[in-house]
């Protein structure tokens, strides 16, 4: 169902287990949005000064924020099938996610998360942008939040 190229730049040493639960969320994240052909994601976890450099490169914004996505296609949930038809072979790369490890750390702190379930969030979200979700809106902001918290098992 899904394939992940994994690059650990981040001091923090990302364990099997761990990429296993955040291969798990993903793949959760896919089935629930009905994706269901062969998937690949590439998936980098960064330093802060690697991703204030990507966010400036690319967003014009000079900070290390959490998490960026760059999907491959706009909006794949609402066109996988000319997206199949266009490009026959899979896996299908659906996009690259990129995570500042010292970020999700932070947040795991400040929420009382581990770091393990503070990736897997991040995972999520990220998954949701790849398919063409926002929350720019706070429209969009809220049906983001209600899908990820379903996958997530929040009360």
Known sequence: MLVVAYDNRSEFEIEDAMLEEIEDAMVRTLLHQEIGVECEISFSFVEPAEMQSLNAEYRGINEATDVLSFPMYDHLIDNLESVLEENQCLPLLIGDVVINTQQAKCQADEYGNSLC??????????????LGYDHMEDEEKSDMRIIEKDLMGDD
């Open 117 to 130: 379930r503070e990736l897997c969030y991040l995972s999520v979200h990220s998954v949701l942008h790849l």
